[in-house]
């Protein structure tokens, strides 16, 4: 029988110094939910000296993580450096070793999730991952446990809070994109190369690890379509909110049959619906099933103490299985059955922003490529425009139309001589 439940962190940064803030200064509270002492037998960081806002004994600190995964005393592993490597390699040396994983990488998990799962459970151990989706949003242990016996359809979601307050300073203050950017690296939401946020990979690797437990198949971050926000301008805002609509990036997975088609991009959304309403820095995933409809999980997406929380929450959930000597819940298993589609099978409505020649017969030419690629036109609003009167633009909705029309109907638009440029195009999703 233990006496105590070993725990090694690799990473004592922003969500690192939570963890280990947390642990010290809840270790009664924690230690009566496990039935043991929880033990921080190590921490792996790069600078042993620099100074830390609490405290914590400098015994435990070690510069090489090797040791920490290489430790007998260790029961479990807590990654938080982040990246593909060398979290990764530390992530399945741990698991060889028969230590349980608690990390937060959503890099790492939506790459070789498989390959971890499956290793995890030939040595008889758990990798948990709360964190790596949603923050503080309790979100990963709702879809292994909670809504297994549902049959998801459709995942929509907010995921990424860089680009959630880009968009809502963007729609609220009709600030320029490059502006609102600089202010969200000077807040700190956003980092000094923003590609991942901007561009949806951040959200891609959390779709993909959602759509890998919705769905129960492995559906890698490359599976799904990525577009990001760097296209949008104020007129697209202020067009949306003529329309009814906002504008927010949005992380999308469906199923159809045996079917997955996983996308983020941004997307108009009626600004009745409740993920329209999500701003700031906040997350959302909205879950519909069969059986309880639509559920809707909110909160803030990152930040140290509400990740920590998710981290610390499975702490606690291996160690009680751990102090109990229970069975320990299978690591996710995942069919094969079960087929990636690709966007080009997308079928939704569509909003254009088109600058022409403003002319008569501008639009019958326009109508008539939007014609010829099977796509029927809702409705459109003419705009003049200021800087040039000669100029006019027009915004386009469509009715429902494949993604393979859309892009036939780009190419047709871009060879019409009375069409200058088109401003751009957006998914509605309703």
């Known amino acids: 029988m233990k006496n105590m439940i070993g725990v090694g962190l690799i990473g004592m940064g922003v969500v690192g110094s939570g963890v280990v803030k947390t642990i010290i200064e809840k270790s009664d509270a924690l230690n009566s939910h496990v039935g043991l002492p929880l033990n921080l037998t190590g921490v792996a960081v790069r600078d042993i000296s620099k100074q830390r806002s609490f405290d914590i004994s400098s015994e435990i600190l070690v510069n090489d993580p090797e040791k920490i995964v290489n430790d007998d005393s260790v029961n479990i592993v807590v990654e938080l450096i982040g990246g593909e490597n060398p979290a990764l390699e530390l992530i399945l040396a741990a698991v060889r070793n028969g230590k349980h994983v608690v990390t937060a990488n959503k890099e790492v998990i939506s790459k070789h999730g498989a390959e971890i799962f499956s290793l995890a459970r ?83 690797y959390k779709l993909s690890i959602l759509s890998t437990l919705a769905f129960r198949a492995s559906i890698k971050d490359t599976d799904i379509y990525t577009e990001g926000i760097t296209k949008l301008t104020d007129k697209d805002f202020q067009y949306a909110k003529e329309l009814g609509y906002s504008i927010k990036l949005l992380a999308i997975a469906t199923q159809t049959n045996s079917d997955v088609l996983g996308r983020v991009h941004p997307a ?125 633009e027009l915004v386009i909705m469509t009715h429902e139309a494949t993604e393979s029309s859309v892009d036939r109907a780009v190419v047709g638009l871009s060879e019409l001589g009375v069409v200058n440029r088109i401003g751009n195009v957006i998914r509605v999703v309703e």
């Open 122 to 204: 030939q040595n008889n151990v758990r990798v948990l991952f709360e964190a790596s989706v949603g923050g503080g949003i309790p979100i990963i242990s709702p879809l292994m446990r909670d809504l297994v016996s549902n049959d998801i359809s459709s995942i929509k979601a907010i995921i990424n809070g860089t680009t959630n307050y880009i968009l809502t300073r963007m729609a609220h203050e009709a600030a320029d994109y490059s502006v609102v950017l600089s202010d969200a690296q000077k807040l700190g939401y956003a980092e000094t190369d923003p590609t991942n946020d901007v561009e949806g990979i951040d959200a891609a």
């Open 268 to 392: 108009l959304i009626p600004q009745d619906q409740m993920l329209a309403k999500v701003d700031d820095v906040l997350n959302a995933v909205e879950i519909e099933t069969d059986l309880t409809q639509k559920v809707l999980f909110h909160g803030p997406g990152a930040g140290s103490m509400p990740t920590s929380s998710a981290v610390i929450a499975d702490i606690v959930n291996i160690a009680r299985s751990i102090a109990g000597d229970t069975d320990l819940l299978d690591p996710v298993r995942l069919s094969e059955d079960v087929k990636v589609a690709p966007i080009s099978t997308l079928s939704t409505k569509y909003y254009f922003r088109i600058e022409v020649i403003d002319e008569p017969g501008v639009l019958g030419r326009i109508a008539t490529v939007f014609g010829d690629c099977g796509i029927s036109i809702s409705s459109f609003i003419q705009k003049e425009l200021e800087e040039k009167a000669s100029d006019a």
